[in-house]
């Protein structure tokens, strides 16, 4: 079956520390996997995407993503957190069984992270 | 562009009435989504589109109808309310890129549902 799991449903850090927020999946064949932000009492905003090439990504607000195959893992990393960054983050895989043609996404739970100044 | 926007930002009903949640995208998407979220569940997909005239049930359907009439808009419709469909919905919508679906889905910000 497909999935994403989250497995921190909250990640506390200092203001100034590196974060990360895990996430791993499973799914067929190559993955598309997609990160995306969530402030309070609004929509979900796109951080970054793994298509192919580089496992390392860089995406919007300083974040980046590594890809790593063999471990199934997608983790959301920054090295320096700002409290502003406090928000609940969602991982997110493409649907692999329709080939892709729908371009439907598999969501984690969500992990929420409180950046402390 | 104003994106994806959705109507109404808020609303209670009581149960076993009926109402549309309104979804419109002035991007030209093809693709759009209905997702309704939940404390710790993340985002379950309703009805999805890949057109206009094509819809398709997602992982969480029953209670709810869609259509798709325009590009432009999706809306969802809930004929008997319950207190069970208390939720944020949201739209999103995306396009096909190259004969594949590799980009990232756009949301709209949510309507806000508590069902009595």
């Known amino acids: 079956a497909q999935s994403v799991a989250q497995p921190e449903d909250q990640v506390n850090v200092a203001e100034g520390n590196p974060l990360t927020v895990k996430c791993t999946y499973s799914?067929?064949?190559?993955?598309?996997l997609f990160w995306y932000v969530q402030y309070p009492n609004r929509g979900l905003q796109f951080l970054l995407k793994?298509?192919?090439?580089?496992?390392l990504v860089k995406g919007s607000y300083g974040f980046e993503a590594e890809f790593n195959k063999s471990q199934t893992s997608f983790h959301l990393k920054k090295p320096s957190a700002l409290v502003s960054d406090s928000a609940l983050y969602f991982c997110?895989?493409?649907?692999?069984?329709?080939?892709?043609?729908?371009?439907?996404?598999?969501f984690g739970t969500g992990t929420l992270l409180a950046v402390q100044p | 562009n104003a994106g994806v926007t959705q109507t109404p930002k808020f609303r209670i009903l009581k149960i076993g009435q009926s109402m549309t949640l309104q979804c419109t995208q002035d991007m030209n998407h093809n693709y759009m989504y209905w997702y309704r979220q939940d404390p710790g569940m993340g985002l379950k997909l309703i009805y999805y589109s890949v057109g206009a005239g094509i819809t398709d049930k997602g992982e969480v359907p029953n209670g709810y109808n869609v259509s798709r009439s325009t590009t432009e808009d999706f809306p969802l419709r809930l004929e008997l309310a319950a207190p069970s469909q208390t939720s944020v919905y949201f739209c999103?919508?995306?396009?096909?890129?190259?004969?594949?679906?590799?980009?990232?889905?756009?949301f709209g910000p949510g309507t806000r549902l508590t069902v009595l």
């Open positions: 997110a895989v493409r649907d692999a069984l329709d080939g892709g043609a729908t371009n439907k996404l598999i």
């Open positions: 793994y298509i192919t090439g580089d496992n």
């Open positions: 799914v067929s064949g190559n993955p598309y």
């Open positions: 999103a919508s995306s396009y096909p890129e190259g004969g594949s679906a590799y980009n990232e889905q756009f």
